[in-house]
């Protein structure tokens, strides 16, 4: 039997522990907690044993009482993510979902219902952090004055991180970031402006500083390539290869100071199985970087490839791993 776990409240002058009760719906795991705004609430969702439903509540925190706001359901799994934010009119949150088979943005009132769909077309968002790939969040700033979003996305490509701001109604998707490769992006606590952390497949990150407009305000720490050249690194060639379906999966190739098209070489080929776990990326360095240079001087050549359920397009393609 696996451990039953609860969650608690313990106020900071009192040694009692109110227990929250969740037995409306079946459930297993307590995926995720936060307060709302206001501090006397917060929310809490579950996850039942097969991870086909994932339910909110808001927990009342005077009485520890819940009560039920929603569930988000899938055929294979709920993907567990962390965009979910509390509105300042008291009357709204924002939501993260693949409901429609890709990772958008919701936005509903308080007890559950939709008011809206914020992003929405057949890319998904997601994180540009270099944290681990299960961690889902990509809104980098919410303004609520001018009623716009600020999140990252592969809209562009899979193998890409861009930051892009949309209207919470839906309207006028711009992206912000432009150049090739991968941007990470971190705002100013009052939103006003951002710094982007920016590198690409053969180029060392830079450090640049914007405003939420997208205009520059100087760079920060430009990548110094010349401390790199005596070691003679090589970097990757990106390019697709199409599937037994004709899906083009994202990979890269490392080769050889000296590669000789006209000989054979030893193939090391990194394949991660998982969903929603991609190796392939726009971006500098990557896992195992400099080790598959010494594979190289080996003679080897080091490649990596991306199945369709494995770049995070969809949650439709990760399903796909069900059959």
């Known amino acids: 039997t696996n451990p039953t776990v609860r969650v608690g409240i313990v106020e900071l002058d009192s040694p009692d522990t109110k227990r929250i009760n969740l037995n409306e719906k079946p459930w297993e795991y307590v995926a995720r907690v936060k307060w709302l705004p206001d501090n006397k609430r917060l929310s809490v969702q579950t996850l039942t044993r097969g991870q086909e439903e994932l339910h909110l509540y808001f927990v009342d925190r005077s009485n520890a009482s819940a009560s039920y706001v929603m569930t988000e359901r899938d055929e294979g799994w709920v993907n567990i993510n962390d965009d979910l934010y509390f509105l300042e009119d008291g009357e709204h949150f924002i939501w993260q979902s693949e409901r429609d088979g890709y990772a958008h943005l919701y936005r509903f009132k308080m007890d559950g ?141 490392l080769k050889p100071t000296n590669f000789d098209e006209n000989r054979k070489y030893p193939l090391i080929i990194y394949v991660y199985g998982g969903p929603s776990a991609p190796t392939v990326f726009h971006d500098w360095g990557g896992r195992n970087f400099y080790f598959d240079q010494m594979l190289l001087d080996a003679g080897f050549l080091v490649a990596r490839v991306d199945h369709p359920s494995s770049t995070a397009i969809s949650k439709i393609l990760e399903n796909r791993l069900l059959n």
């Open 113 to 253: 219902t939709l008011v809206n769909q914020i992003t929405s077309g057949d890319w998904a968002l997601r994180s540009s952090s270099a944290t681990p790939f299960w961690l889902r969040q990509s809104v980098v700033s919410i303004d609520e004055r001018a009623q716009q979003v600020y999140f990252t996305a592969l809209k562009k490509s899979s193998i890409e991180r861009h930051m892009y701001r949309v209207n919470m109604d839906g309207s006028n998707l711009v992206r912000l970031t432009q150049r090739d490769g991968t941007h990470r992006t971190y705002f100013s606590p009052d939103g006003r402006y951002y710094l982007n952390r920016y590198s690409n497949i053969n180029t060392l990150p830079s450090l640049t500083l914007y405003e939420k407009s997208g205009r520059s305000r100087g760079t920060l720490a430009e990548p110094n390539m010349a401390a790199l050249t005596k070691f003679n690194l090589q970097y990757p060639d990106l390019f697709k290869i199409p599937s037994s379906e004709g899906f083009p999966m994202p990979a890269q190739l």
